[in-house]
């Protein structure tokens, strides 16, 4: 495929596709193409219908899965290729909605005690109070963190939009310790990998948070999505607008948003229930 891939490729960097997306993309097509070993222009509706099989029946793959193969399938037919036949009827699978599992803010700080290191401290705590995500995380840069405003610049999140979000004192005490403590200083990369001249790897990042929850005795699966969470729905428990809290986690709708009011602990105490009102006596 490889006349194709590369105009697949073209196509999706016009598109401002990020590299991540690329990626995921070119490989979900690579696997279509492997399980038929034929062009892509050779194949059918009936071909990609039958590979969702595959990928439902023998792979077992998740709903979430299966819809990034979709969304891939639909860009190269649609896109790329151009077929005349509909894509629409490359189906996505119906997601069931669940609702987010988040920790106790005792959990919380079990988890930043549990380890040593004040670096992965660092980590840990940003991810927390600010609601950013891994990847976020990682592509954080010193010039990003504003201590006369107390704001901290998330460029180019999810979406591609600039956010910014509070920087609460505590953090600020904690990354001016974790400053102190490096030798060499970092010098573009809050938190940078190997080399000072990388930002750390997000599956570093995840590594860490696990690790802390193991070393913490923390029964939840922890992750750090779970932390998002955990800030979005503490917030909420504390009163700040949801609109608000929209804005600081870069969600794109407020729907997104509004599942953490399934998960506030004060909403649901604050909920009047109808039993309530029944005079049994």
């Given amino acids: 495929m490889g006349a194709i891939k590369e105009k697949m490729k073209r196509d999706m960097e016009i598109r401002g596709l990020s590299k991540r997306t690329q990626e995921t993309y070119l490989g979900c097509a690579r696997l279509f193409v492997k399980y038929f070993m034929k062009s892509p222009d050779a194949l059918t509706l009936e071909d990609v219908h039958d590979f969702q099989l595959h990928l439902i029946r023998e792979r077992k793959i998740a709903e979430s899965t299966f819809n990034v193969y979709s969304k891939a399938l639909k860009f190269l037919y649609g896109v790329t290729l151009k077929q005349d036949w509909n894509i629409e009827q490359i189906p996505y699978h119906r997601r069931g909605k669940k609702l987010p599992m988040v920790l106790t803010r005792e959990e919380v700080v079990k988890l930043y005690k549990a380890i040593p290191n004040i670096k992965h401290k660092a980590m840990i705590l940003t991810l927390y109070s600010t609601g950013m995500r891994a990847s976020e995380l990682a592509h954080l840069k010193i010039s990003d963190i504003d201590s006369e405003r107390m704001l901290i610049r998330i460029g180019q999140g999810k979406n591609r939009k600039d956010r910014y979000v509070?920087?609460?004192?505590?953090?600020?005490?904690?990354?001016?310790?974790?400053?102190?403590?490096?030798?060499?200083?970092?010098?573009?990369?809050?938190?940078?990998?190997?080399?000072?001249?990388?930002?750390?790897?997000?599956?570093?990042?995840?590594?860490?948070?696990?690790?802390?929850?193991?070393?913490?005795?923390?029964q939840k699966p922890v992750t750090t999505h779970m932390l998002r969470h955990s800030f979005a729905t503490h917030m909420l428990e504390d009163g700040v607008d949801i609109r608000k809290i929209q804005l600081m986690l870069g969600h794109r709708s407020l729907r997104t948003t509004a599942k953490y009011l399934h998960v506030a602990s004060n909403y649901l105490r604050e909920a009047k229930n109808p039993l309530d009102t029944l005079d049994l006596k």
């Avoid at 403590?181 to 190997?194: E, M």
């Avoid at 750390?200 to 590594?207: A, E, L, M």
């Fill in 166 to 218: 509070r920087l609460p004192a505590k953090l600020l005490s904690i990354l001016r310790l974790y400053w102190l403590a490096q030798n060499p200083k970092p010098k573009t990369w809050l938190f940078p990998g190997y080399s000072e001249f990388q930002p750390i790897n997000r599956n570093t990042v995840r590594i860490t948070v696990t690790k802390a929850k193991e070393a913490a005795g923390i």
